[in-house]
């Protein structure tokens, strides 16, 4: 058993005060729309007794029918999808990827389906709609990014400004305003992104204040939120033989000051996405930046996360000084997810993610995404919840917007983070985890708590128990009682590979 933590209340210390703790989610474009999207494992696969291979080169692995499957559109109507959505209350929608640059927006019906040339796929206006109606109907705010691909640069030129339009007058004519916008999807990865072919720095800072230039006209209520960029920091394990590796070694990353170099039109809120590494899937393309399951515990790869804010924390201080930093896209691995993602083994990576950002920052973290994919929180088509939905579901219920300093507590290996609490009450919620697949951990709590002790049946297991209770689904759209325990004040054995949330008055 490792040595015991003793928990405070008395002596915390505030670091922050933080707008909203919250965790929001991405709806992917391709969801929208229908078409490709990353193929989903095997049982066996996420049961990690059977190994994901990939048997041709790795080249344009969009078109890859090892890697991608077609999907028809997201059914944003199905009242599970909902009602769960509806009771993560994380208050935003983001609608974007790399997808969503290469979209053709046929809101007057002229393609009959037909794609346009420059373009890979068509919104139609019963899908936007969809959209509006799914963000009205779970009280959420929406964030998108527009398209920026060869269909929008007639003869090469400047970003015409076609599209922005239609989606932007035909939201506000719907009823739903577009809250905040990001210019498009990863651009320090250009044509990889969906940019035109040889797309360049410059051309993007062009872009950018003419795409953001309009908006501060016409929508000056929408934020501008940029530069939405990947790969500046961590892309896999935190040492000095491969940090930094990645997605660098699959194409032609620009810096974020390269990117911004030229740019005159402000943005509200700074941008950046996170991965922890990349999914099996891409594994033999970029093997410096994809991780074992065996390693999820580590302290390496828990430590990715909190280094991507520290990374990010200063090129906010310089292109949004004094404004918020969003993480617009967040997960286990870029390429669709590991095999592990939709199991109990990447809830520590979550709520690590969580308590390490607020942490050191203040703003959103948007994961990918609510329900497409392995990293999904809900299961594809079906839309059962995942352990991460659960979560993430008890995070965004109990951890308020004071964040207190644990940096004096010795935490013999486990990840402690405090709040004040989120129903307003005099108190605090901590969340310690408990990385150790091995060991118990001794805990000593100053006061009588509400405990919320999460763990499973094996580290791969597709549901998460609740204080011994298996959380699933009762009925159609019924989600269980997160109901806590009472634990008295004194020592308590928190079980190995767990996490806890104990609510203290």
């Not at 692995?61 to 059914?75: G, H, R, S, V």
């Not at 990014?145 to 060869?150: K, L, P, R, T």
């Not at 203040?362 to 990293?375: E, W």
């Not at 609490?421 to 708590?449: C, F, H, Y």
């Amino acid at each position: 058993m490792k040595n015991g933590i003793t928990l405070e209340v008395d002596s915390l210390k505030r670091i922050r005060t933080v707008k909203d703790p919250r965790i929001s989610y991405n709806i992917e474009m391709t969801e929208v729309t229908g078409g490709s999207f990353w193929k989903a494992y095997t049982k066996e696969q996420i049961a990690g007794i059977q190994p994901f291979i990939v048997r041709e080169p790795l080249e344009n692995f969009t078109a890859m029918e090892e890697l991608m499957q077609n999907f028809p559109p997201i059914d944003l109507k199905n009242e599970r999808l909902r009602t769960l959505a509806r009771a993560l209350d994380g208050g935003w929608v983001r609608v974007s990827g790399s997808w969503a640059t290469k979209t053709y927006y046929d809101f007057d019906g002229t393609t009959g389906g037909k794609v346009p040339a420059g373009y890979q796929s068509v919104l139609t206006r019963e899908m936007w709609s969809d959209v509006l109606d799914f963000v009205r109907a779970v009280g959420a705010k929406l964030l998108i990014s527009v398209s920026n691909c060869e269909g929008d640069h007639p003869d090469g030129g400047p970003l015409d400004l076609t599209q922005t339009r239609k989606i932007f007058d035909f939201s506000h004519a719907y009823g739903v305003d577009i809250d905040a916008a990001e210019f498009m999807n990863e651009p320090n990865m250009s044509e990889m992104s969906g940019a035109p072919r040889g797309y360049t720095a410059k051309e993007y800072a062009r872009d950018h204040d003419i795409f953001f230039g309009w908006v501060r006209e016409h929508y000056p209520r929408c934020l501008c939120v940029g530069p939405c960029a990947l790969g500046d920091g961590t892309m896999g394990r935190v040492d000095a033989r491969t940090r930094g590796a990645g997605i660098g070694s699959m194409t032609r990353i620009t810096a974020t000051p390269a990117l911004m170099q030229g740019v005159s039109v402000p943005l509200d809120v700074f941008s950046y996405h996170y991965y922890n590494g990349v999914s099996e899937r891409l594994a033999s393309l970029m093997p410096e930046g994809h991780w074992s399951g065996e390693d999820a515990l580590s302290d390496a790869y828990l430590d990715v996360a909190p280094s991507n804010v520290r990374t990010y924390l200063p090129l906010r201080d310089r292109y949004v000084p004094g404004g918020p930093m969003w993480v617009t896209e967040s997960g286990d691995a870029g390429g669709g997810g590991n095999s592990w993602a939709s199991t109990y083994l990447d809830v520590f990576r979550t709520l690590h993610e969580l308590g390490s950002f607020y942490t050191l920052s203040d703003g959103i973290i948007f994961h990918n995404t609510l329900a497409s994919s392995d990293y999904g929180f809900l299961q594809h088509g079906s839309f059962l919840p995942r352990p991460n939905y659960f979560a993430v579901l008890l995070w965004n219920t109990l951890m308020g917007t004071t964040v207190y300093d644990c940096q004096g507590i010795d935490t013999v290996g486990a990840r402690v983070f405090c709040h004040s609490r989120r129903d307003g009450k005099e108190g605090v919620v901590w969340l310690v985890i408990n990385p150790s697949a091995d060991a118990p951990l001794a805990l000593t709590l100053p006061r009588e708590a509400d405990a919320y002790v999460l763990d499973a049946a094996s580290l791969r297991a597709p549901t998460m128990r609740l204080n011994g209770s298996e959380l699933r689904l009762q009925g159609e759209a019924s989600l269980p009682p997160l109901l806590s325990i009472k634990q008295a004040a004194g020592c308590m054995i928190l079980p190995r590979a767990s996490c806890a949330f104990f609510v203290m008055g």
